[in-house]
């Protein structure tokens, strides 16, 4: 059996509800398309008039970073242990 992946959204604020994955017979209803979400947003979107989903973007340099922090953090607990002992 083939399968797509719908996406559902709310009909009145447009907020991105799920996906899921149905028959590829399956006919859309109101509050659902097949077009995917960006991965790199949240408070996700869907903008019927253009079909395209809206949203604020992540920023990857910023996960980055805040790893680097916390690694530096690690770091920092540790040596604090270790001159502790």
């Known amino acids: 059996m083939n399968a797509k ?4 959204y709310d ?3 447009f907020a991105y509800l ?5 028959p590829e017979d399956y006919e859309l209803v109101e509050g659902e398309t ?3 979400p960006p991965p ?9 008039v253009t079909q395209k989903w809206t949203g604020e973007k992540i920023n ?3 996960d980055a970073r805040q ?3 916390m690694q530096q953090a690690q770091i920092a607990l540790q040596q604090a242990s ?3 002992e």
Do not use: D
């Open 11 to 13: 009909q009145e604020s």
């Open 67 to 69: 790893q680097i922090l």
């Open 40 to 48: 790199n947003l949240t408070k996700r979107k869907f903008n019927v």
């Open 34 to 36: 097949l077009i995917a």
């Open 5 to 8: 992946a719908v996406y559902s």
């Open 60 to 62: 990857p340099s910023l």
């Open 18 to 22: 799920g996906a899921r994955l149905e």
């Open 82 to 84: 270790f001159q502790a």
